[in-house]
């Protein structure tokens, strides 16, 4: 299949996400084998906000999932805290012209992302906030421009669950080497979890390393298994 160059990052020559599962992908490994609706509906109940830590916002595809499958839940009064990072944050124009092929499943998620983006100035390293409000609740975007190390050792909370999203393996190895998912597991509370869409061998070691006990999950599309952590 010939993969759009708009699809491609010139850094590490690899597609921000797949062309046709992108969503159903990031559903399927990121929220279904976390069990995120049950976990969230336990945040609402005791009132505490549920913090996600993401590797990799790329063109924000994650997050546009994240508020297409919360919508679907009927769940209301959510807070979520979502915090990710970008070290080559795209233009907001890029963002749109990237996602607008899933503009007929998922538009008004689309135009909402964009719209907090345009908020952030990406052009000043660190973190920025920005507060999307939809009608099941709150997600307050919690964005670093920078590398991923200090974005992880900057936080202030640990996280619930951590979405793995970087390129892969071979393309940008700093996303996951092992430092970096040591101090991601310090920052996973007891319990939490993580996942991802490789099952890499140096990847799996330095997540047992970090405190991580793995599972194989079902994948998606033509990915038949992929990786899920708890943290113990």
């Given at each position: 299949m010939l993969i759009p160059s708009k699809l491609v990052n010139e850094q590490f020559d690899d597609r921000?996400?797949?062309?046709?599962?992108?969503?159903?992908?990031?559903?399927?490994?990121?929220?279904?084998?976390?069990?995120?609706?049950e976990?969230?509906?336990?945040?609402?109940?005791?009132?505490?906000?549920?913090?996600?830590?993401?590797?990799?916002?790329?063109?924000?595809?994650?997050v546009v999932a994240l508020m297409e499958f919360i919508k679907k839940s009927g769940l209301k009064n959510i807070s979520i805290e979502y915090n990710s990072v970008e070290l080559y944050p795209l233009s907001p124009e890029r963002m749109l012209d990237i996602l607008n092929g899933f503009k007929d499943r998922v538009g008004e998620e689309i135009d909402?992302?964009?719209?907090?983006?345009?908020?952030?100035?990406?052009?000043?390293?660190?973190?920025?906030?920005?507060k999307i409000q939809k009608s099941f609740g709150t997600i307050e975007l919690n964005l670093w421009i920078g590398e991923a190390l200090e974005m992880v050792e900057s936080l202030e909370k640990s996280c619930d669950v951590w979405f793995l999203d970087g390129h892969s393996p071979k393309k940008n190895p700093s996303i996951w080497r092992p430092e970096l998912l040591m101090a991601i597991g310090e920052k996973t509370k007891q319990g939490?979890?993580?996942?991802?869409?490789?099952?890499?061998s140096d990847v799996k070691s330095a997540l047992i390393e970090a405190g991580f006990i793995l599972n194989k999950y079902p994948g998606c599309g033509g990915k038949k298994h992929v990786l899920q952590g708890v943290k113990y």
């Open positions: 921000y996400f797949d062309v046709v599962d992108a969503l159903n992908e990031a559903q399927q490994i990121y929220f279904r084998n976390n069990n995120l609706i976990r969230i509906t336990m945040g609402i109940e005791s009132r505490t906000p549920f913090i996600i830590g993401e590797t990799g916002f790329g063109a924000g595809r994650v909402t992302l964009v719209e907090t983006y345009r908020s952030i100035d990406i052009t000043v390293a660190g973190w920025h906030s920005a939490g979890t993580c996942s991802t869409f490789t099952v890499a």
